[in-house]
């Protein structure tokens, strides 16, 4: 049953689900049920304003540089937890790149790096999202965009934390 003032289709289905309770009852029941997508249905609340969402930022992403380290990059993203801050780490196999976009398409407001080079050094880089793009919207060219570089930070890792916070403000 679609809802074109919406302009995506509903989910909600009815049925009748004699052949369902069967399998639980080992009996023939004559019954009816019905379904509802809840997250569609929420996005037609919030669509007519009929329900408040929340302004919660997305996760800060650890990302995974190394297989070999994810245990390094687990305790991270427990760090973070523990002080107040939603994090994740990475799950995927893909690249650096793709993970950034990753990030980036899920509205993350920053990413944790560290690679080969950051571990032998006992540091992270910490890279804001939200001000790369800003930044990389004015920029002409590669160069000034990496003369900048105000977007991304090396902090130690014990440093971890507080840097996290202090970019978020």
């Known amino acids: 049953m679609p809802i074109p003032a919406f302009g995506f289709p509903s989910e909600v289905g009815r049925a009748v689900v004699t052949i369902w309770l069967r399998g639980f009852t080992g009996q023939k029941v004559p019954a009816t049920g019905f379904s509802l997508g809840v997250s569609r249905l929420y996005s037609?609340?919030?669509?007519?304003?009929?329900?408040?969402?929340?302004?919660?930022?997305?996760?800060?992403v650890v990302l995974v540089m190394d297989k070999g380290w994810q245990g390094d990059y687990w305790r991270m993203v427990q760090q973070l937890r523990t002080a107040g801050v939603r994090a994740e780490m990475y799950?995927?196999?893909?690249?650096?790149?793709?993970?950034?976009?990753?990030?980036?398409?899920?509205?993350?407001?920053?990413?944790?790096?560290?690679?080969?080079?950051?571990?032998?050094?006992?540091?992270?880089?910490?890279?804001?999202?939200?001000?790369?793009?800003?930044?990389a919207s004015g920029i002409a060219s590669r160069e000034e965009y990496a003369s900048q570089r105000l977007a991304q930070v090396s902090v130690p890792e014990a440093e971890l934390v507080a840097q996290v916070r202090k970019m978020l403000g």
């Open 44 to 60: 037609a609340l919030k669509l007519v304003g009929k329900a408040q969402s929340t302004d919660e930022l997305a996760p800060v």
């Open 91 to 135: 799950v995927g196999t893909a690249g650096m790149k793709a993970q950034m976009k990753y990030a980036d398409k899920r509205g993350c407001p920053l990413v944790v790096i560290q690679g080969g080079d950051e571990r032998a050094r006992g540091e992270v880089q910490i890279k804001d999202l939200r001000l790369g793009s800003e930044l």
